[in-house]
């Protein structure tokens, strides 16, 4: 036992060797998604039509828009954008560690591998047209955050401009910026500000403001000489968290700290053992710190150190708290892992400097419950990535049986095998998930299979639910009908 902790500790490390192996525990985790591969309802419409790329456009996501839209044509490519993105997730959180000093062979792997895999990039990577540039927009916003805390005035500067443009790849990144920041907060607090000065830090806190502020000035002028605009998506509540309360009060609870959810919010995302171990990692490292300021009378630093605590667990919500939107996405909330892994790393940090066998057996135990939180989160991810494959096929085979009763329609009709064919789809309670039921898609997913058929425009869709009638609803006969050459399929009323 004496010799493994004496290995882990050691301050000079193989990085080639150290990266590869954390390389592939990251690929090999996302890579069933790209294997198990399934359509969600952007991935069938983006497929097909890259111009709803567009869509990025109206969220304020230019960089998002570019990388996917211009740079994969809007195409997947399931197995090289996985392998780019666990390249990028890598960068980021290794840049990550060390910003946070955090260079021995235990601190850059659990580090890295608790950051870098988990359920919500597993969420997120389910998504197609995620995979690269969410993580791009990650590394941007990170070494931005590093180049303004480390930097001379220039590297600052360039700082400033990468945390400016993180957001138009994903807004959450400038959150997972404020994560480490906070993170880098508790690292300078506990050595009496002498890792990161004052100064630096309020320079931090000033450049990840500013970041905002220049990122609307800068995407509105792209926008008014591009002639693009923005959506209501990308409107602010400032009030939300409070005529939401307890919306937000529950996603808070269940993802911060959710060994204190109650049964109203749990959502299940996190096992009895999650919570019971991330309960006592949290509760260990709040608790040494508390007592070391108690008995030095750093009452001052005790103050600071709970405040830090609040704003390190608010960091990964603070633009989810204040958007306009009336779905909080959980899959945004990928910066909260980082904080996971920063509790057990300075954990470890604290129980290693004794060298008494009782904290040793007690790292070895933390260390296993960091080990547990990868291994837990990887079949996570490949449960739900075989699960989002079955409900996929699901939909196919669904809409290759609607096929069959649609040939036949056509047929009757004498309408050729090669003609195209507009459709509406009436789907007003879905029976199942998925792109066969989802309102922008629902039409889609059988040109996807079939060429020929392609969504009604507006006009006919609505002179279409006008003339309904009594009409039954698939698989019954009469279900499936052909009104003034549009094609009408009725899945449920």
């Known amino acids: 036992m004496e010799k493994l902790l004496q290995r882990v500790q050691e301050p000079q490390i193989d990085l080639r060797f150290s990266l590869l192996v954390l390389f592939i525990l990251i690929f090999i985790a996302y890579l069933s998604q790209a294997v198990f591969q399934a359509f969600n309802a952007d991935d069938v419409i983006q497929a097909q039509y890259p111009s709803d790329a567009l869509t990025f456009l109206a969220q304020g996501r230019w960089g998002y828009y570019f990388v996917y839209a211009k740079l994969q044509n809007a195409l997947p490519a399931p197995?090289?954008?996985?392998?780019?993105?666990?390249?990028?997730?890598?960068a980021t959180a290794f840049l990550g560690a060390i910003l946070l000093d955090f260079k021995r062979q235990y601190q850059l792997f659990?580090?890295?591998?608790?950051?870098?895999?988990?359920?919500?990039?597993?969420k997120v990577f389910s998504f197609d047209s995620t995979r690269i540039a969410y993580p791009l927009g990650n590394l941007i916003a990170v070494w931005g955050l590093y180049a303004v805390i480390r930097g001379d005035r220039l590297l600052a500067m360039s700082g400033l401009l990468s945390l400016s443009m993180a957001?138009?790849?994903?807004?959450?990144?400038?959150?997972l910026a404020a994560t480490l920041f906070m993170a880098l907060f508790l690292v300078s607090l506990a050595t009496d500000f002498t890792y990161v000065s004052v100064q630096r830090l309020t320079l931090g806190a000033g450049a990840l403001i500013a970041s905002l502020i220049f990122y609307l000035l800068i995407t509105k002028g792209i926008y008014l000489l591009a002639g693009w605009h923005m959506g209501s998506r990308t409107?602010?509540?400032?009030?939300?968290?409070?005529?939401?309360?307890?919306?937000?009060?529950?996603?808070?609870?269940?993802?911060?700290?959710?060994?204190?959810?109650?049964?109203?919010c749990a959502t299940g995302q996190q096992?009895?053992?999650?919570?019971?171990?991330?309960?006592?990692?949290?509760?260990?490292?709040?608790?040494?710190?508390?007592v070391r300021y108690w008995r030095r009378s750093?009452?001052?630093?005790?103050?600071?150190?709970?405040?830090?605590?609040?704003?390190l667990l608010l960091a990964p919500f603070i633009l989810i708290f204040a958007s306009k939107s009336s779905v909080f996405p959980d899959r945004s909330l990928y910066s909260i892992p980082y904080i996971y892994a920063f509790y057990l790393v300075m954990l470890l940090n604290e129980l290693l400097q004794y060298k008494r066998r009782a904290f040793n057996v007690a790292a070895l135990l933390v260390m296993a419950l960091g080990a547990g939180w990868v291994m837990k989160a990887m079949i996570d991810i490949s449960n739900k990535s075989f699960g989002d494959y079955l409900d996929s096929q699901?939909?196919?085979?669904?809409?290759?049986?609607?096929?069959?009763?649609?040939?036949?329609?056509?047929?009757?009709?004498?309408?050729?095998?090669?003609s195209y064919v507009p459709m509406v789809v009436i789907n007003e309670k879905p029976r199942l998930g998925g792109a066969m039921h989802i309102p922008w898609s629902r039409e889609r997913i059988y040109r996807l299979l079939d060429p020929r058929f392609d969504a009604a425009v507006d006009a006919e869709r609505a002179r279409?639910?006008?003339?309904?009638?009594?009409?039954?609803?698939?698989?019954?006969?009469?279900?499936v009908y052909v009104n003034q050459d549009t094609l009408v399929v009725i899945l449920s009323r």
């Open 464 to 479: 279409v639910l006008e003339s309904l009638g009594d009409r039954p609803v698939w698989p019954a006969e009469g279900s």
């Open 79 to 90: 197995v090289i954008s996985t392998f780019v993105g666990a390249c990028l997730l890598l």
């Open 271 to 290: 096992s009895h053992f999650e919570r019971i171990s991330l309960a006592i990692v949290v509760l260990s490292f709040n608790g040494i710190y508390l």
């Open 235 to 264: 409107d602010m509540d400032f009030l939300a968290i409070f005529s939401r309360y307890p919306e937000v009060a529950c996603l808070f609870t269940e993802h911060a700290l959710p060994f204190l959810s109650n049964d109203r």
């Open 110 to 122: 659990f580090f890295a591998v608790i950051a870098s895999i988990s359920l919500y990039y597993g």
């Open 167 to 175: 957001p138009a790849f994903y807004p959450a990144s400038t959150e």
């Open 394 to 418: 699901r939909n196919l085979h669904a809409v290759n049986r609607v096929i069959s009763d649609i040939e036949s329609v056509l047929a009757a009709e004498g309408r050729g095998a090669d």
């Open 298 to 311: 750093q009452f001052a630093y005790m103050t600071l150190f709970l405040l830090g605590q609040i704003l």
